[in-house]
């Protein structure tokens, strides 16, 4: 054992989760020292339970121990909410990756945090129900990291995001107890809604060891569409139109000039010339209501300016607009900047068109290259800011546009983080994100939950 932990705590550890279940080789550590983030550490050891009791127990002895725990979901986190530290274990659930249940009596299902999104998704349909968060990372992110950072998705527009799906959750905590949080009903109001504040906690209050979820039955038929626009503003009028016009869309996604040069190879359809913007819009419900919906989209899309409408003809091509989608952040890393600081900040839909054109002041000011894309249905916009990492001025400018759009989105009246959450990227602002009294309350929640502070240290709070 190569860990600088103490032994007899990493020796507890084996014996919590079994033989084979510690790992402290550093060829192993490294694979567990990151996120999508870009910030790297790797772990003293890692641990991988099996059962909720061998959670309680990791947790009893890391308490004792004094040693910090930072929950790993599959990683795909962008605020650096899963990265450890080296005087620190990770506990990774891997091991804890059964769906347990899917009641279609109950419209539930019951997991454990290690399922892969995408495959809750595929067995839920085959039972002929729907879970809609859907967030691009669905194909290798977990339902207990997208149930800690509180994601979202495409068609949060129409269904909402995870919290909106969490019925209750089995949560150990640093003490080594473990908890139930409200119950697997339609309706609970018996106290505090400890559920909701478990959602979107980023593993500083404790670890989520199972989830029951809502389902709802799987619609119909759905129907999707690539509109292009000559300008982002004039695209912003577009769903604005569509929203007075009573369509609600499942999904709405916007995406500025550069976003559309970036995937213009995976698009199953040319741009049109003078095309600087682009909406991809999917509807669902009756079979019959399908082309009615898209119609009135359409239509309104036209009246706003727009240049040019693909319907998708069948699933295939529905399915090719939506990896273009997908492929939208690789291929933006493709750009070749050695830099890349992804923000999502979230305003008030109608606040969405002032957003877009305080970004491009904001880039021009600062020297930044930004493209911008993201939930235009939702006011939630994947702010992509690109840079030289090797070059220092570009880093301060950077910084400054950083600084300068979380300001703009609270002036807004939005949010410093729509989705991705706070983790160590975002600590900073939280003062500005949520005021002070606010945060002091927070921080005295924690203290509670946590009060040896071994949970998730040094993430969302400055
Ligand atoms: C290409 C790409 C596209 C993305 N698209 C979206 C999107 O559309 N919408 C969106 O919301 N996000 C998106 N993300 C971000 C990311 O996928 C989500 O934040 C996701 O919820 C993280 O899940 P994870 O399993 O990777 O968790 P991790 O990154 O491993 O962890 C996230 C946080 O949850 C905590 N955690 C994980 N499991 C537990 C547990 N069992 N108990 C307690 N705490 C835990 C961790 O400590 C950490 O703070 C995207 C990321 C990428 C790389």
Known sequence: MRSELPPSFLKGLESAAGHGRLLTDPADLICYGYDASGYESCPGAVILPETTNQVAEILSLASKYKVPVYPRGAGSGTTGGAVPSPAGIAVVFTAMNQILEINPGNLTARVQPGVITGHLQQAVSEFGLFYPPDPASLAFCTIGGNVNTGAGG?????????????????????SGDIITTGHATAKDVAGYDLTRLMVGSEGTLGIV???????????????????????????????????????????????????????????????????????????????????????????????????????????????????????????????????????????????????????????????????????????????????????????????????ALMHMAVALSGTISGEHGIGLSKRDFMKLGTGTASLELMKGIKKIFDPDGIMNPGKVFP
């Open 154 to 174: 495409a068609r949060a527009v129409k269904y909402g995001v995870t919290r909106d799906y969490v019925l209750n959750l089995e949560v150990a905590l640093a």
């Open 209 to 403: 060891t199972e989830i029951t979820l809502r389902l709802i039955p799987a619609p119909e038929a759905s129907g999707t569409a690539l509109v292009f626009f000559p300008d982002a503003s004039s695209a912003c009028r577009g769903v604005k139109s569509f929203f007075q016009n009573r369509i609600l869309p499942r999904c709405a996604e916007f995406f500025d000039k550069t976003s559309i040069e970036c995937i213009e190879g995976l698009l199953p359809v040319s741009v049109p010339s003078g095309g600087a913007a682009m909406l991809l819009v999917e509807v669902d419900g009756p079979e019959s209501s399908i082309s009615p919906q898209l119609d009135t989209i359409i239509e309104s899309c036209a009246d706003s300016g727009a240049l040019k409408v693909v319907r998708a003809s069948n699933n295939n091509e529905a399915q090719a607009m939506w990896r273009a989608r997908r492929g939208l952040s690789p291929a933006i890393r493709k750009l070749g900047y050695t830099g890349k600081v992804s923000e999502d900040i979230c305003v008030p839909r109608q606040r969405l068109p002032d957003a877009i054109s305080k970004i491009e002041e904001i880039s021009s000011e600062f020297n930044t290259r930004i493209i911008v894309f993201g939930h235009a249905g939702d006011g939630n916009l994947h702010v992509n800011l690109l840079f030289d990492i090797n070059d220092a001025g570009a880093v301060k400018d950077m910084e400054h546009a950083v600084d």
